[in-house]
Structures are given as structure tokens and as C-alpha cells.
Nanobody, 124 residues
Framework: QVQLVESGGGLVQAGGSLRLSCAAS????????MAWFRQAPGKEREIVAA????????YYADSVKGRFIVSRDNTKNTMYLQLNSLKHEDTAVYYC?????????????????WGQGTQVTVSS
């Protein structure tokens, strides 16, 4: 059974930074692409960033490009998302996923497993 546990969310002022972590157990992630999704109140869940198995390829949604950085440490079975220059519209529950990247460097990512999510709230 794969378990993904996100941490690092919280309340931050606009312009601030957070670092989210996603720790996996029950599965070695070095063979899996991973991604971060988010869902804001009243909105559909959307992909934020994705990263290939080795970390050599990434994707970012236009809304976060230049502000967020996705990375992974396969030795720790962990993925990260550095959130910089946060805006009020970044407020959402952020989810970690493991899945199939159908077309690398695009948003065509098919999640297979989900974490429980971590809340990020940006005050304006």
C-alpha cells in the first residue's frame, strides 16, 4: 500500500514562501513520475508542477512558473515544492501524487496515488 504524506503547509502573508514536502512509504519512487496538484475552494483540482523520475524534466503551470520550484530526493523517497512570492490566489489544498506522465514536460499527468493534502493559505 502506497502512502503519501504531505507537510509544510500553513498560513503565510502575500509575498512569503513555504516549502512543501511529500514523503512516500510502501513504494520506491525512483521509478515514478510525481506531481503536485492543488484545489482551491469552489474550483477544480489542477496540476501545479510535475517532475520526472530522475528530476531532469519538470513542468509548471503558467500561474506558478518562475515562483514555484519542484524537486525530489530519491534517496529520501521525498518530493518537494518550494513556493515563493506567494499570492492570495495560491490559497488551496496542495496534493502530492505519483503517477504516469503521459507526455513529459506537459500537464498530461495521470495520478495513480494521492496524498491527503496540506492546506496553504495566503493572506493578502
Amino acid at each position: 500500500q502506497v502512502q503519501l504524506v504531505e507537510s509544510g503547509g500553513g498560513l503565510v502573508q502575500a509575498g512569503g514562501s513555504l516549502r512543501l514536502s511529500c514523503a512516500a512509504s510502501g513504494r520506491t519512487l525512483s521509478n515514478d513520475a510525481m506531481a503536485w496538484f492543488r484545489q482551491a475552494p469552489g474550483k477544480e483540482r489542477e496540476i501545479v508542477a510535475a517532475i520526472s523520475q530522475s528530476g531532469g524534466a519538470t513542468y509548471y503551470a503558467d500561474s506558478v512558473k518562475g515562483r514555484f520550484i519542484v524537486s525530489r530526493d530519491n534517496t529520501k523517497n521525498t518530493m518537494y515544492l518550494q513556493l515563493n512570492s506567494l499570492k492570495h490566489e495560491d490559497t488551496a489544498v496542495y496534493y502530492c501524487t505519483v503517477g504516469a506522465w503521459l507526455v513529459v514536460t506537459t500537464k498530461a499527468f495521470h495520478p495513480l496515488f494521492w496524498g491527503q493534502g496540506t492546506q496553504v493559505t495566503v493572506s493578502s
